[in-house]
């Protein structure tokens, strides 16, 4: 474990704006997580998910995809457990209100293009809203979808940040579980 560095301020977060986070990414991955974008917090730090708060390294191992908490600067790592990341959108925003139903198309038919490039077995989105305005799914819901990329399935989980009242731990650890098993029995 890294110890904890200080916390950007709020000209650093501003100055983030717009900035974009190289993806976590290589060939014939289990399952490629996708996240709506960067928030500033996170384009300043340079790690996936890295705002206190965000729960999706914890998530990820009580779940039972990594065998202890990540930190976000152990992001790579995952490559190693047959786990990626990427982003619907690239660039960051102080929240994903702030993105257009046209460039949340447009980062859906980017993703799909980078799904058949990689081919990870599953490709698991986390946030329906973003899901359904990027993918044209309006009544799209949690859980394993009909829709492919190619050969990889798709997979619609809940957004891991902290303001998402509706999951709350214990629960969104329940439902990245059923993804890991579906995983494990591929």
Known sequence: ???QKRRPTKDELAAAEGRTLPDIIAPNLKVLFCGI???LYTAVVGHHFARPGNR???TLHAA???PRIYLPSEESSLLD??????NI???ATANAAELSAMELKEGGSKLEEKVMAYQ????A???ISAYRVAFGKATAGIGMQVQTIGNTRLWVLPNPSGLNAHFPPRKLAEVYQELRLFVDSL
């Not at 457990?81 to 990427?86: M, N």
């Open 1 to 3: 474990m890294q110890p």
């Open 37 to 39: 974008n960067p928030g």
């Open 56 to 58: 999706f390294w914890p």
């Open 64 to 66: 039972g995809f990594t």
């Open 81 to 86: 457990l047959g786990v990626g990341i990427t």
């Open 89 to 91: 959108v690239d660039r």
């Open 120 to 123: 990870p077995q599953v490709l």
């Open 125 to 127: 989105l986390l946030g």
